[in-house]
């Protein structure tokens, strides 16, 4: 079974330039997320889908960050503009259904705001 | 709110040596816990998850025991090898407002000399 696939792998950007990192979850996870891992952090939780819908995004900065799953499969998140706190790792992560269910999490995009 | 403590934030053991990370959670209204391996540059790797109605669960050398009432996990690792080195995190997965989250520590780094 294939699991969580992230790209870019890293990015490297100037504040105020945008970048987009995209996921594509575990086939058949209606559930995708999506989280900021700050360094030292655990990972905190930006926004998450079920299908399509958001489920939450309480903790999305809706200022810069946004983010879509328009088929309800793989997903696209953006920050329009960067600013030097985005610098993290963004994981994406799935599982079977919204609920107690098991997370599995991609290998990240590490995003560097110079 | 839900907060996660991990203690120790760092711990360095001699290969061989059986360890306990420690988890403490302030909400006992958990659903169930899970405990993950972050290796530097990777993503997460879940290890165990344990249900609420749970005490414990075991793989190969790992064992995690839950006691809500208390608001404790701990992960024992049996037999430790270099190849365990890096961060384990924990995350109680419970209500946040509105949803259903995972709230994570911020780790303990662990390093296996040989």
């Known amino acids: 079974e294939a699991g969580v696939a992230q790209s870019p792998r890293y990015k490297i950007i100037e504040k105020r330039q945008s970048v987009a990192f995209w996921c594509n979850p575990i086939?058949?996870?209606?559930?995708l997320y999506w989280y900021q891992q700050i360094l030292g952090q655990g990972p905190k939780l930006l926004i998450q889908?079920?299908?399509?819908?958001?489920?939450?995004d309480s903790q999305l900065p809706k200022d810069r960050f946004s983010a879509e799953r328009l088929k309800g499969v793989d997903s696209t998140l953006k920050i329009q503009p960067a600013k030097l706190e985005d610098s993290a790792v963004y994981l994406c992560?799935?599982?079977?259904?919204?609920?107690?269910?098991?997370?599995?999490f991609g290998p990240g995009t590490r995003l560097t705001v110079t | 709110k839900q907060e996660v403590t991990q203690i120790p934030a760092a711990l360095s053991v001699p290969e061989g040596e059986n360890l306990v990370l420690n988890c403490s959670f302030t909400?006992?209204?958990?659903?169930?816990l899970q405990w993950f391996r972050q290796d530097p540059g990777k993503g997460l790797t879940s290890l165990l998850l344990?249900?609420?109605?749970?005490r414990e669960q075991t793989s190969g050398r790992l064992n995690a025991s839950l006691d809500k009432s208390s608001g404790r996990s701990t992960l024992y690792i049996a037999a430790s090898q270099p190849g365990d080195s890096a961060t384990y995190l924990c995350?109680?997965?419970?209500?946040?407002?509105?949803?259903?989250?995972?709230?994570f520590g911020k780790g303990t780094l662990l390093t296996v000399n040989p």
């Open positions: 992560a799935s599982s079977l259904y919204s609920g107690s269910y098991e997370q599995y």
């Open positions: 086939s058949g996870h209606a559930t």
């Open positions: 889908f079920q299908n399509n819908g958001v489920v939450d």
């Open positions: 909400d006992s209204a958990i659903y169930n």
């Open positions: 344990i249900q609420s109605s749970q």
């Open positions: 995350a109680a997965y419970a209500s946040g407002g509105s949803n259903y989250k995972l709230t």
